[in-house]
Nanobody, 124 residues
Framework: QVRLVESGGGLVQAGGSLRLSCSESGHSFSRYRMGWFRQAAGKQREFVAA????????FTAASEKGRFTMSRDNAKNTVYLQMNRLTPEDTAVYYC?????????????????WGQGTQVTVSS
């Protein structure tokens, strides 16, 4: 079965950086989309970043643009989220997700598979 495993979360000071990893396995989809979402305590899950359907570009939420970068290492079947200039507002559980739906990238309901999440805590 499809398995997504996030890692790389932790505690960091404001202004610091973290790189999250998402290892994917157990599927043979020829076309799919990978995305990152986050959920802060008491808030709804929100979109962070995702690849376009053909992975030619990356879409990033406005508040993260210029600070967060999504990338992939195909040899390792791993997707990354590089997060720079972190602020306490970035504190959340971060999830990677896989979608087999081509038409939208930011709607969490259109993602079919989810990892267990990794906690990111940014101290002020």
């Amino acid at each position: 079965q499809v398995r997504l495993v996030e890692s790389g979360g932790g505690l960091v000071q404001a202004g610091g950086s973290l790189r999250l990893s998402c290892s994917e396995s157990g599927h043979s989809f020829s076309r799919y989309r990978m995305g990152w979402f986050r959920q802060a305590a008491g808030k709804q899950r929100e979109f962070v970043a995702a690849f376009s359907w053909d992975e030619s570009e990356t879409f990033t939420a406005a508040s993260e643009k210029g600070r967060f970068t999504m990338s992939r290492d195909n040899a390792k079947n791993t997707v990354y989220l590089q997060m720079n200039r972190l602020t306490p507002e970035d504190t959340a559980v971060y999830y990677c997700a896989l979608s087999t739906y081509s038409a939208t990238y930011s709607d969490a309901s259109r993602y079919d598979y989810w990892g267990q999440g990794t906690q990111v805590t940014v101290s002020s």
